[in-house]
């Protein structure tokens, strides 16, 4: 499907979403999604249709690799964070106690 803007209906019968997926077999791929998809408050039809191609597997395996690494650098920081707030508040009960 070339045209965004003609997205296909879902067997709900509503026009779907535009989605990406952020799977490990399908990184950073996009597909058109019921919006009622995942959803607790309605019954989801888990209508779901690829927009783009398939990627070639070195892409897939890269890809990967970059989401892991920033994954894990955003592990890293919320560690470092709840170490500075550590640390502030142990400067803060050190000042108060003097």
């Known amino acids: 499907m070339d045209d965004p803007t003609r997205r296909p209906v879902c067997y709900c019968g509503l026009v779907t979403e535009i989605k990406t997926?952020?799977?490990?077999?399908?990184?950073?791929?996009?597909?058109?999604g019921c919006k009622n998809h995942a959803s607790l408050r309605y019954k989801s039809c888990r209508f779901m249709q690829w927009y783009d191609p398939p990627m070639t597997p070195r892409a897939t395996v890269v890809l990967n690799g970059l989401l892991r690494k920033l994954n894990?650098?955003?592990?890293?920081?919320?560690?470092?964070?709840?170490?500075?707030?550590?640390?502030?508040?142990?400067?803060?009960?050190?000042?108060?106690?003097?």
Not at 21 to 32: A, E, L, Q, V, Y
């Open 72 to 98: 894990g650098l955003e592990r890293g920081r919320k560690k470092e964070r709840i170490i500075w707030v550590c640390l502030v508040i142990v400067m803060m009960l050190f000042l108060i106690g003097k």
């Open 21 to 32: 997926s952020w799977t490990t077999g399908n990184p950073g791929r996009i597909f058109f």
